[in-house]
């Protein structure tokens, strides 16, 4: 519903909403809270996202989306480097749980595999409790075949695995770690691969464009397929098979009183208010990742009116109980990716070039209504294994980091400067300056983290917002000009080639220069080789004599004077012209050069 919304009504609709990593932060504490304090946790968690959409409306009727103006590269791409980081954080650990379900068994020697067993036994020690169960279950211990049991029913039972062959939690389950491992690996370098098609030199254009845009989706179909093939039970992704709320004490709609006291309305009004800086930042520094100028984006944003739209959804999900959707800042720079439009090859082995992104709302809307259909695909979603999806989150996380910047200055730590790639900052900054820059911008990400992951995890937003602040104090440890090169949102490719273009120019002009110290002013023909492109001022006519002939031929229309006259000569050819007279006047009048040059 969220994202179809935005879809059709928001300003810049290239963004992708989702639950993000920072919200998820928000509300395990908001959990743990009501957990510690015996509160119902849907009814506070909708009185504060009713309090959060409110204060959105306000941020939208204020005109405070005009402070993305201080969101710079520093906030930015610290901002995305944490939720890059968070993907692929998640992703590993997701693996490494894994480990835990499905251990592997150390003490294994191959010639005694046929002796290995790990069997269903009665429990050692009955509770009081487990007996009246088995009674109420006209179940008896005594008469009952414990070792012919499967796993799931030793498990209801609460029964005791005994062998060489069982785990802590039951028999081990053999070859599933491993084969999680190659599906995880195998599907990120298959994406990295299958994206990259489009650059090879095999098969049509129109091919290998469609291999690279749907990169991610042919690999989770090979990677089910191999999967099914190969019929190892790897752990599947559990979906409901029934559409309906998750829980049979909760309806579709969530009190936002509830069982909770009556101040809980008036209180939840302070993490509202954290939640509304979170969700701020969160949608405000995606559309700036959006609508950078390095993606030549034709439409102009809309910061005030997504807002707006997200406000809106955002009371709606929290009355229904649903998860809290804000821009996803690693979806949206995929989506962006995905959409780029390059030029075709005239020549072999050209490069393309970037021309610019298809700016639409039809992938996104189509993107969301995928989503809300798959509820009635459940049976073949059951049918695609976590591993898979966990090299899905790695590929994402790693392929949003690209074009970084902050990665780009942490590799300068330590290579050489011979090895160094000729990056613009690096022409006019001091490469101690750069490091500087980039140790304070390190600084803020690991804290960023380190709070994200502890206890004080609930002034995350504070910190978030602070990064602004961070970057406001460096204007008094860097000029405004070496920050206009390191934190400038302009792309590097772009002011590098500004760059090399102005070098060139001055280097044509010194040439130009040059030539004409070597040459003589004038030859036979009457043509003067004077560099009149650079030329700025006031030539005087009247101080200076050319001849009716060179006036005709039209030599001096490069000139950059205020008067059209030619400047002429005697009337006798013969005679040469010894020297120029040059006036040169500021715009009050007031003469600023009055020199005579020779010839």
Same mark, same amino acid.
Request: glycine residues 6%; charged residues 20%; contains cysteine.
């Given at each position: 519903?969220?994202?179809?919304?935005?879809?059709?009504?928001?300003?810049?609709?290239?963004?992708?909403?989702?639950?993000?990593?920072?919200?998820?932060?928000?509300?395990?504490?908001?959990?743990?809270?009501?957990?510690?304090?015996?509160?119902?946790?849907?009814?506070?968690?909708?009185?504060?996202?009713? +309090?959060?959409?409110?204060?959105?409306?306000?941020?939208?009727?204020?005109?405070?989306?005009?402070?993305?103006?201080?969101?710079?590269?520093?906030?930015?791409?610290?901002?995305?480097?944490?939720?890059?980081?968070?993907?692929?954080?998640?992703?590993?650990?997701?693996?490494?749980?894994?480990?835990?379900?499905?251990?592997?068994?150390?003490?294994?020697?191959?010639?005694?595999?046929?002796?290995?067993?790990?069997?269903?036994?009665?429990?050692?020690?009955?509770?009081?409790?487990?007996?009246?169960? +088995?009674?109420?279950?006209?179940?008896?211990?005594?008469?009952?075949?414990?070792?012919?049991?499967?796993?799931?029913?030793?498990?209801?039972?609460?029964?005791?695995?005994?062998?060489?062959?069982?785990?802590?939690?039951?028999?081990?389950?053999?070859?599933?770690?491993?084969?999680?491992?190659?599906?995880?690996?195998?599907?990120?370098?298959?994406?990295?691969?299958?994206?990259?098609?489009?650059?090879?030199?095999?098969?049509?254009?129109?091919?290998?464009?469609?291999?690279?845009?749907?990169?991610?989706?042919?690999?989770?179909?090979?990677?089910?397929?191999?999967?099914?093939?190969?019929?190892?039970?790897?752990?599947?992704?559990?979906?409901?098979?029934?559409?309906?709320?998750?829980?049979?004490?909760?309806?579709?709609?969530?009190?936002?009183?509830?069982?909770?006291?009556?101040?809980?309305?008036?209180?939840?009004?302070?993490?509202?208010?954290?939640?509304?800086?979170?969700?701020?930042?969160?949608?405000?520094?995606?559309?700036?990742?959006?609508?950078?100028?390095?993606?030549?984006?034709?439409?102009?944003?809309?910061?005030?009116?997504?807002?707006?739209?997200?406000?809106?959804?955002?009371?709606?999900?929290?009355?229904?109980?649903?998860?809290?959707?804000?821009?996803?800042?690693?979806?949206?720079?995929?989506?962006?990716?995905?959409?780029?439009?390059?030029?075709?090859?005239?020549?072999?082995?050209?490069?393309?070039?970037?021309?610019?992104?298809?700016?639409?709302?039809?992938?996104?809307?189509?993107?969301?209504?995928?989503?809300?259909?798959?509820?009635?695909?459940?049976?073949?979603?059951?049918?695609?294994?976590?591993?898979?999806?966990?090299?899905?989150?790695?590929?994402?996380?790693?392929?949003?980091?690209?074009?970084?910047?902050?990665?780009?200055?942490?590799?300068?730590?330590?290579?050489?400067?011979?090895?160094?790639?000729?990056?613009?900052?690096?022409?006019?900054?001091?490469?101690?300056?750069?490091?500087?820059?980039?140790?304070?911008?390190?600084?803020?990400?690991?804290?960023? +983290?380190?709070?994200?992951?502890?206890?004080?995890?609930?002034?995350?937003?504070?910190?978030?917002?602070?990064?602004?602040?961070?970057?406001?104090?460096?204007?008094?440890?860097?000029?405004?000009?070496?920050?206009?090169?390191?934190?400038?949102?302009?792309?590097?490719?772009?002011?590098?080639?500004?760059?090399?273009?102005?070098?060139?120019?001055?280097?044509?002009?010194?040439?130009?220069?040059?030539?004409?110290?070597?040459?003589?002013?004038?030859?036979?023909?009457?043509?003067?080789?004077?560099?009149?492109?650079?030329?700025?001022?006031?030539?005087?006519?009247?101080?200076?004599?050319?001849?009716?002939?060179?006036?005709?031929?039209?030599?001096?229309?490069?000139?950059?004077?205020?008067?059209?006259?030619?400047?002429?000569?005697?009337?006798?050819?013969?005679?040469?012209?010894?020297?120029?007279?040059?006036?040169?006047?500021?715009?009050?009048?007031?003469?600023?050069?009055?020199?005579?040059?020779?010839?």
């Amino acid at each position: 519903m969220t994202g179809v919304a935005y879809s059709l009504f928001a300003g810049q609709p290239l963004t992708i909403l989702g639950s993000t990593g920072p919200v998820l932060v928000f509300e395990k504490i908001l959990f743990k809270f009501c957990s510690d304090y015996d509160l119902s946790y849907l009814s506070l968690r909708t009185s504060i996202g009713l +309090w959060t959409a409110f204060l959105c409306l306000l941020l939208v009727a204020t005109d405070a989306s005009s402070m993305v103006c201080y969101i710079t590269r520093f906030t930015e791409e610290a901002f995305a480097s944490l939720i890059c980081i968070i993907f692929i954080y998640e992703a590993l650990q997701k693996l490494v749980h894994l480990g835990e379900l499905y251990p592997i068994n150390m003490h294994n020697q191959l010639n005694n595999l046929t002796s290995y067993t790990c069997q269903c036994s009665p429990p050692v020690n009955a509770s009081a409790e487990l007996l009246q169960k +088995w009674s109420r279950s006209n179940f008896s211990s005594e008469n009952f075949q414990w070792d012919e049991l499967t796993v799931k029913d030793c498990k209801e039972r609460q029964g005791q695995f005994v062998g060489s062959a069982c785990g802590r939690d039951g028999p081990y389950v053999p070859d599933v770690l491993f084969w999680s491992v190659i599906l995880f690996f195998t599907t990120f370098f298959l994406s990295s691969f299958l994206k990259q098609f489009k650059t090879k030199r095999y098969f049509p254009t129109k091919v290998r464009s469609t291999i690279s845009d749907f990169a991610v989706f042919l690999t989770i179909m090979i990677m089910v397929l191999l999967d099914y093939l190969v019929g190892v039970p790897s752990p599947k992704l559990d979906v409901p098979d029934r559409f309906q709320p998750t829980s049979n004490t909760r309806g579709w709609l969530i009190s936002p009183l509830g069982t909770n006291p009556w101040w809980t309305l008036l209180a939840a009004a302070v993490p509202a208010l954290l939640c509304t800086i979170l969700i701020f930042m969160d949608q405000q520094i995606t559309a700036v990742i959006v609508n950078r100028k390095e993606n030549k984006l034709k439409k102009g944003c809309g910061y005030h009116l997504d807002l707006l739209v997200v406000a809106v959804m955002l009371g709606v999900c929290s009355i229904m109980g649903l998860p809290w959707f804000v821009a996803a800042t690693v979806l949206s720079i995929s989506h962006v990716n995905s959409l780029k439009l390059e030029s075709g090859c005239a020549a072999p082995g050209e490069q393309p070039k970037f021309l610019g992104i298809i700016e639409q709302r039809v992938t996104g809307f189509m993107i969301f209504v995928l989503m809300g259909c798959s509820v009635f695909m459940t049976s073949a979603l059951k049918l695609i294994p976590m591993p898979v999806l966990y090299g899905v989150f790695l590929y994402m996380g790693a392929s949003s980091l690209k074009g970084i910047q902050l990665f780009d200055r942490i590799k300068l730590f330590g290579m050489p400067s011979k090895h160094q790639s000729d990056l613009i900052y690096l022409r006019y900054v001091p490469l101690w300056k750069v490091h500087v820059f980039t140790v304070v911008q390190l600084t803020c990400l690991i804290v960023l +983290w380190a709070i994200k992951a502890s206890t004080a995890a609930v002034v995350f937003p504070m910190m978030v917002l602070a990064l602004v602040f961070i970057r406001k104090l460096l204007d008094f440890c860097f000029t405004k000009r070496e920050l206009s090169w390191l934190d400038d949102l302009i792309p590097e490719s772009k002011k590098k080639k500004d760059d090399d273009k102005k070098k060139k120019e001055k280097e044509d002009a010194q040439g130009m220069l040059e030539d004409v110290e070597d040459e003589p002013p004038y030859d036979q023909g009457n043509v003067f080789n004077f560099p009149t492109k650079n030329l700025k001022g006031r030539v005087d006519p009247s101080e200076v004599n050319i001849s009716d002939e060179m006036a005709k031929s039209g030599i001096w229309k490069s000139m950059n004077c205020d008067s059209s006259r030619a400047l002429r000569r005697s009337s006798s050819s013969q005679e040469k012209l010894q020297s120029v007279q040059i006036n040169v006047e500021s715009e009050d009048g007031r003469r600023v050069v009055d020199a005579e040059t020779s010839l």
